[in-house]
């Protein structure tokens, strides 16, 4: 009987391989980022992109797994579209992702460790240095019945300061909005690390699982930024590796133009009465005390004349007498 159960073992785990199918990142081992460090905290379940640096991850940087007994399992992995958000400070790092909810479906409970079949995100947190399966992993998601959020913790890291406990509300939060899904989850560091604080210029690991299905689809599809979680094993090397960048920088706040004074109104043209054009009366200059005196003078020079004239006129008389 036991080797009868032992084939039948084998004959699953040799039947493994031909479900599930596998693509490693073309960046294995060379997924690199700089994260900037928020000034302030994100607020959970505010989604504020400006607390965060966005990631630019390019295609070489994603691997995808998949089940093959579904038909459409490859073709969706690899067409789902998201944005990856991460910050961190003295204490957590803060990540969110924003997905397309194209194939969204999960009506688990709180607690179910088969979510990574559903619609959810698997979250990684290692230090830069760990190897195989050193390393926090757990997963967060939206039931899509009823709204109700879930999480599970598949591994603690073993080295770490204190144990992760993933509360709802408290250190993650999942919301459908708009035909999106938005993940986002604190990690304190001392759940992935030996040790509660972080500084600028050090590096840790970390992945990203994106699994999405449908009520007629069957197990696994995943997108995975680098890889280490989904379809090639525990294998933390493999996770992306953070660099802890200098303070991510204030949104440049836009100062609104003042606007154009709106034109006044035209004044109402005001028709004046005419006018009256008065001529002013042209005077006579009076005489002038010159004119005056010249006239006098030459009548007394004409009376002189005449005088003289009938003197001369008598004394002709008186000789011709004689």
């Known amino acids: 009987m036991k080797r009868i159960l032992a084939i039948f073992l084998v004959a699953i785990f040799l039947a493994l391989p031909v479900l599930a199918g596998w693509e490693e990142e073309a960046n294995n081992q060379k997924v690199n980022y700089t994260i900037g460090k928020a000034e302030s905290a994100p607020v959970l379940g505010q989604f504020d992109t400006s607390k965060y640096t966005k990631l630019d991850v390019q295609p070489g940087d994603l691997s995808y797994a998949w089940n093959d007994s579904f038909d459409d399992a490859e073709a969706w992995a690899r067409a789902q579209t998201f944005e990856a958000y991460v910050s961190y400070d003295a204490n957590n790092v803060y990540t969110l992702i924003i997905a397309d909810a194209k194939h969204y479906f999960n009506d688990l409970d709180d607690g179910d460790g088969n979510c990574w079949q559903y619609s959810c995100i698997q979250v990684s947190a290692s230090a830069a240095t760990d190897e195989g399966g050193d390393r926090l992993e757990y997963g967060i998601y939206r039931n899509s019945v009823n709204g109700s959020l879930g999480s599970v913790i598949w591994a603690q890291h073993g080295d770490a300061k204190a144990e992760y406990e993933a509360v709802a509300g408290k250190n993650y939060t999942v919301d459908l909005k708009d035909g999106k899904l938005y993940y986002e989850t604190i990690i304190p560091v001392n759940t992935f690390l030996n040790k509660d604080k972080i500084a600028e210029g050090e590096k840790i690991g970390w992945n990203i699982v994106i699994a999405q299905t449908d009520p007629d689809a069957q197990g696994h599809i995943h997108t995975q930024i680098a890889s280490g979680c989904t379809g090639n094993g525990k294998t933390a090397e493999n996770f992306a590796k953070l660099t802890l960048g200098p303070a991510i920088a204030p949104p440049v706040v836009e100062v609104a133009p003042e606007p154009e004074p709106e034109p006044e109104a035209p004044v ?55």
């Open 268 to 322: 109402a043209a005001v028709e004046e009465a005419p006018v009256a054009v008065v001529t002013p009366a042209v005077v006579a200059p009076p005489p002038s005390s010159a004119a005056q005196t010249g006239d006098a003078g030459m009548i007394t020079f004409a009376i002189i004349m005449l005088i003289g004239a009938t003197c001369l006129v008598i004394l002709r008389r008186k000789i011709a007498v004689k």
